[in-house]
Nanobody, 122 residues
């Protein structure tokens, strides 16, 4: 069982930056693929970014590529999402996700966090 707790959301102006963090419980964190999804009001939850167990492989949605960076620290059981050049369309609830294999677009991961709100004003 893995529990995920996100933090770092908030209100930011367009063009600004935010860093989200996800703290995971469990001594097997280093074995899990991790990722981030987001859900805007009235829209389906969508994939944002994924990182493999070692941190050596990452993949991003086209909409955030070049602006967002996912990273992990297996010693601290954390995964972060650095967001730069934020746009109003990035406004959403952001969810941390964990999977015993890999977090991939279009597939439901094994575990979700409770979400953190990110609001980008124009």
């Amino acid at each position: 069982q893995v529990q995920l707790v996100e933090s770092g959301g908030g209100l930011v102006q367009a063009g600004g930056s935010l860093r989200l963090s996800c703290a995971a419980s469990g001594h097997t964190f280093r074995l899990y693929g991790m990722g981030w999804f987001r859900q805007a009001p009235g829209k389906e939850r969508e994939f944002v970014a994924t990182i493999n167990w070692s941190g050596g492989s990452t993949y991003y949605a086209n909409s955030v590529k070049g602006r967002f960076t996912i990273s992990r620290d297996n010693a601290k059981n954390t995964v972060d999402l650095q967001m730069k050049s934020l746009k109003p369309e990035d406004t959403a609830v952001y969810y941390c996700a964990a999977d015993r294999h890999s977090v991939v677009p279009g597939q439901i991961p094994d575990y979700w966090g409770q979400g953190t709100q990110v609001t980008v004003s124009s």
